[in-house]
């Protein structure tokens, strides 16, 4: 039997279908409607920038570091251009056979292996490292030819730091590296805006001037947007905005005068600070041995880097600002003003001085038990008495002792533009009790004062704080943070800005009693300990020999220096200011294990004197006399400043450094006579 549809049912079941199907594709073109208008009016902006991005690479534009130069314009730290071979780890299969392919194209030394190694452990996976830098043309053309080889291997044309004159002045102008992880996770908490600065950027200043004032010569980094293709090959650049290079950093100190004096010290250890009392400008910075900083800016490699930390004469120690030695009789001069800033001694009061200091039962010696006889204090400071010392320090007391010393910088941070610097050990009752454990040890025994009063005992300070001590009392009591650099030049302006430093407020000292400390330490180079060093000196100047000892001695036990292991001996130092009545030269000096401070010291303190205040360079007979520790007073024929030369410096490719025609003038001679010496 046929079945009969009903079609009126069949048809409102076909138009139910229509409409759905109308109504899923209305529905579908009102979400791809919604979605465009989203697209496309919402977020247009946001969308249309990471298109913009996606085609558009910013690429940051590393700038040119600033130059590092002396108070006369020679260049102390430079740059130069050289092509690198680096590799992305993250882009390579196998990055040491890939480094045995180079090897083949391009000399690969094991100390470029070795500093591409310690660099990877160092660096993200994703960061270029190089494996050769300072590639010839030869060596660009040969990898060039064969550059699809090598995936994640490209060539970079980069800057790279440069010190002309090798180990001179290193310990002042330091030196720059790779930044580290370290470092980069100390760069993360700074501003965004100083960030963005240092994208793109290598190295960092990491000792030294290059230390502490990198912002001023990093310089501001520029950016460059280039078009790219899809596969992120640069197609053309649409535009730039270009680096703006580093600042020039001038110091105060005279490189030739530096030069002199490291040839004045040779192959033994020491330091030497001098300071201009007027201002604080540092005009000598020396610590001795010195290291070549050019050694790690490329990373030092570890044969080199075993050499320097394993010398037992410590190169990489600043000695004239982390250095801390027992002053010695060089600490007399202050003993004696805080006598009478206390009141505690008259400048007249005098005693017998037989070599030898009683106290509870133990005898404190002169050297050789040196007799000096009826001692005032003028004499005792001429004659470096002992005994005067010790029975003064015993009636000052090691507090009075502390608050005494203390303003003047001993055992305090001075504040120089340089970071690293330590505070040394100025004792007191309070520095015992905090600084042991045990009960007996907390306790100060009084026997314990009395070694003070010579320098010796606790007391250990660094150069720069016996510089900057003697800078504050030969001035009547004008202080001053030490500062190495004088100005800062803008490169694009080449306006000036003096840095100044920042001056102190002035100790209350009666001009009657420094006077009193000048007029006896001009006595030491008239008729004292020094009096060999300074015949024929046509300037009158201030000084005191320091013996200090490097190791103590056992009770009874005798000191003779050539029974001794050369590092257990004696330091030599001497402390010098001039001219006596108005001093624009305050300076310390002390070389190591030398022995006593009129045959070692003293000699290099008078030739940076006659050097700054006459324009008188040392023969070369002379030089080497002080070399070898036999200085006196000058011999041979001294010569003009201005007309000795500079010390050979050389680029990066060996070639000589040209000069500046103001590099001949001695820092005498600078026009600006509010800082020159």
Same mark, same amino acid.
């Given at each position: 039997?046929?079945?009969?549809?009903?079609?009126?049912?069949?048809?409102?079941?076909?138009?139910?279908?229509?409409?759905?199907?109308?109504?899923?594709?209305?529905?579908?073109?009102?979400?791809?409607?919604?979605?465009?208008?989203?697209?496309?009016?919402?977020?247009?902006?946001?969308?249309?920038?990471?298109?913009?991005?996606?085609?558009?690479?910013?690429?940051?534009?590393?700038?040119?570091?600033?130059?590092?130069?002396?108070?006369?314009?020679?260049?102390?730290?430079?740059?130069?251009?050289?092509?690198?071979?680096?590799?992305?780890?993250?882009?390579?299969?196998?990055?040491?056979?890939?480094?045995?392919?180079?090897?083949?194209?391009?000399?690969?030394?094991?100390?470029?292996?070795?500093?591409?190694?310690?660099?990877?452990?160092?660096?993200?996976?994703?960061?270029?490292?190089?494996?050769?830098?300072?590639?010839?043309?030869?060596?660009?053309?040969?990898?060039?030819?064969?550059?699809?080889?090598?995936?994640?291997?490209?060539?970079?044309?980069?800057?790279?730091?440069?010190?002309?004159?090798?180990?001179?002045?290193?310990?002042?102008?330091?030196?720059?590296?790779?930044?580290?992880?370290?470092?980069?996770?100390?760069?993360?908490?700074?501003? /965004?805006?100083?960030?963005?600065?240092?994208?793109?950027?290598?190295?960092?200043?990491?000792?030294?001037?290059?230390?502490?004032?990198?912002?001023?010569?990093?310089?501001?980094?520029?950016?460059?947007?280039?078009?790219?293709?899809?596969?992120?090959?640069?197609? @053309?650049?649409?535009?730039?905005?270009?680096?703006?290079?580093?600042?020039?950093?001038?110091?105060?100190?005279?490189?030739?005068?530096?030069?002199?004096?490291?040839?004045?010290?040779?192959?033994?250890?020491?330091?030497?600070?001098?300071?201009?009392?007027?201002?604080?400008?540092?005009?000598?910075?020396?610590?001795?041995?010195?290291?070549?900083?050019?050694?790690?800016?490329?990373?030092?490699?570890?044969?080199?880097?075993?050499?320097?930390?394993?010398?037992?004469?410590?190169?990489?120690?600043?000695?004239?600002?982390?250095?801390?030695?027992?002053?010695?009789?060089?600490?007399?001069?202050?003993?004696?003003?805080?006598?009478?800033?206390?009141?505690?001694?008259?400048?007249?009061?005098?005693?017998?001085?037989?070599?030898?200091?009683?106290?509870?039962?133990?005898?404190?010696?002169?050297?050789?038990?040196?007799?000096?006889?009826?001692?005032?204090?003028?004499?005792?400071?001429?004659?470096?008495?002992?005994?005067?010392?010790?029975?003064?320090?015993?009636?000052?007391?090691?507090?009075?002792?502390?608050?005494?010393?203390?303003?003047?910088?001993?055992?305090?941070?001075?504040?120089?533009?340089?970071?690293?610097?330590?505070?040394?050990?100025?004792?007191?009752?309070?520095?015992?009790?905090?600084?042991?454990?045990?009960? /007996?040890?907390?306790?100060?025994?009084?026997?314990?004062?009395?070694?003070?009063?010579?320098?010796?005992?606790?007391?250990?300070?660094?150069?720069?704080?016996?510089?900057?001590?003697?800078?504050?009392?030969?001035?009547?009591?004008?202080?001053?943070?030490?500062?190495?650099?004088?100005?800062?030049?803008?490169?694009?302006? @080449?306006?000036?800005?003096?840095?100044?430093?920042?001056?102190?407020?002035?100790?209350?000292?009666?001009?009657?009693?420094?006077?009193?400390?000048?007029?006896?330490?001009?006595?030491?180079?008239?008729?004292?300990?020094?009096?060999?060093?300074?015949?024929?000196?046509?300037?009158?100047?201030?000084?005191?020999?320091?013996?200090?000892?490097?190791?103590?001695?056992?009770?009874? /036990?005798?000191?003779?220096?050539?029974?001794?292991?050369?590092?257990?001996?004696?330091?030599?130092?001497?402390?010098?200011?001039?001219?006596?009545?108005?001093?624009?030269?305050?300076?310390?000096?002390?070389?190591?294990?030398?022995?006593?401070?009129?045959?070692?010291?003293?000699?290099?303190?008078?030739?940076?004197?006659?050097?700054?205040?006459?324009?008188?360079?040392?023969?070369?007979?002379?030089?080497?006399?002080?070399?070898?520790?036999?200085?006196?007073?000058?011999?041979?024929?001294?010569?003009?400043?201005?007309?000795?030369?500079?010390?050979?410096?050389?680029?990066?490719?060996?070639?000589?450094?040209?000069?500046?025609?103001?590099?001949?003038?001695?820092?005498?001679?600078?026009?600006?006579?509010?800082?020159?010496?």
């Amino acid at each position: 039997m046929t079945e009969i549809k009903n079609l009126k049912q069949e048809l409102g079941r076909f138009r139910a279908r229509v409409w759905a199907a109308v109504g899923f594709v209305l529905f579908c073109f009102a979400l791809l409607v919604s979605r465009l208008l989203v697209l496309q009016v919402s977020r247009h902006d946001e969308l249309s920038t990471q298109a913009e991005n996606n085609r558009i690479a910013v690429v940051p534009i590393v700038p040119n570091r600033g130059l590092i130069v002396d108070r006369n314009g020679v260049v102390l730290a430079n740059n130069y251009s050289a092509y690198t071979l680096e590799i992305t780890p993250s882009k390579v299969d196998n990055v040491e056979a890939t480094i045995d392919e180079l090897a083949k194209i391009v000399e690969v030394a094991p100390r470029d292996r070795r500093r591409f190694k310690r660099l990877r452990e160092e660096s993200k996976s994703f960061e270029s490292i190089p494996i050769r830098t300072r590639l010839t043309d030869t060596e660009v053309a040969r990898f060039t030819a064969q550059r699809f080889r090598f995936p994640g291997v490209d060539i970079q044309a980069r800057l790279f730091r440069h010190y002309p004159y090798g180990e001179l002045a290193s310990h002042v102008l330091g030196y720059i590296g790779r930044i580290n992880i370290k470092e980069k996770e100390a760069i993360e908490d700074w501003p /965004e805006e100083e960030q963005a600065n240092y994208r793109g950027t290598d190295y960092i200043g990491k000792l030294g001037i290059e230390q502490n004032y990198e912002r001023e010569l990093h310089g501001l980094t520029g950016v460059e947007e280039v078009e790219t293709s899809a596969g992120g090959r640069a197609v @053309r650049r649409l535009r730039s905005r270009p680096p703006t290079p580093g600042n020039t950093v001038h110091m105060a100190i005279d490189i030739k005068l530096q030069a002199l004096i490291e040839r004045l010290y040779g192959t033994r250890r020491g330091a030497l600070v001098a300071i201009d009392p007027r201002n604080g400008e540092v005009l000598a910075f020396v610590s001795k041995p010195t290291f070549d900083p050019n050694l790690f800016v490329d990373g030092i490699d570890s044969e080199n880097w075993k050499e320097l930390n394993e010398s037992p004469d410590k190169p990489l120690l600043n000695r004239a600002l982390r250095g801390t030695y027992p002053p010695g009789s060089t600490f007399k001069p202050f003993m004696a003003l805080a006598a009478l800033n206390t009141g505690k001694r008259s400048a007249t009061m005098s005693m017998y001085d037989s070599g030898v200091f009683m106290f509870g039962g133990h005898k404190f010696r002169s050297p050789e038990n040196e007799q000096t006889g009826m001692v005032d204090m003028r004499r005792a400071i001429v004659k470096s008495s002992n005994v005067y010392f010790y029975s003064l320090a015993n009636e000052l007391g090691v507090d009075l002792i502390h608050s005494q010393m203390s303003p003047l910088g001993f055992g305090r941070l001075t504040g120089i533009d340089l970071k690293g610097e330590v505070t040394g050990l100025l004792p007191s009752t309070d520095w015992k009790r905090r600084a042991y454990k045990k009960p /007996e040890q907390r306790r100060w025994y009084a026997g314990e004062t009395i070694s003070l009063g010579i320098g010796q005992g606790y007391n250990s300070f660094t150069m720069l704080q016996m510089a900057s001590a003697l800078s504050t009392m030969v001035s009547d009591g004008r202080r001053y943070e030490p500062r190495l650099v004088r100005e800062i030049e803008d490169v694009l302006t @080449r306006e000036k800005r003096v840095v100044s430093s920042q001056a102190l407020v002035p100790l209350a000292f009666k001009p009657e009693h420094t006077a009193f400390i000048r007029e006896a330490m001009h006595g030491v180079t008239q008729e004292g300990t020094s009096t060999r060093v300074f015949l024929g000196a046509t300037y009158a100047s201030g000084g005191k020999t320091g013996t200090a000892q490097a190791v103590g001695l056992k009770k009874n /036990e005798k000191y003779v220096a050539s029974r001794m292991d050369e590092y257990q001996r004696d330091h030599s130092l001497y402390e010098a200011f001039a001219p006596v009545d108005q001093p624009r030269i305050a300076l310390t000096v002390i070389v190591e294990n030398a022995g006593f401070g009129a045959e070692a010291a003293a000699p290099i303190a008078r030739r940076v004197l006659d050097y700054l205040l006459l324009g008188q360079y040392p023969s070369e007979e002379d030089i080497e006399a002080v070399r070898q520790g036999k200085g006196g007073p000058p011999i041979g024929v001294p010569r003009k400043v201005a007309e000795v030369s500079m010390p050979h410096g050389q680029d990066a490719f060996g070639g000589d450094v040209p000069l500046p025609a103001s590099a001949s003038a001695p820092a005498a001679a600078s026009s600006s006579p509010a800082s020159a010496p």
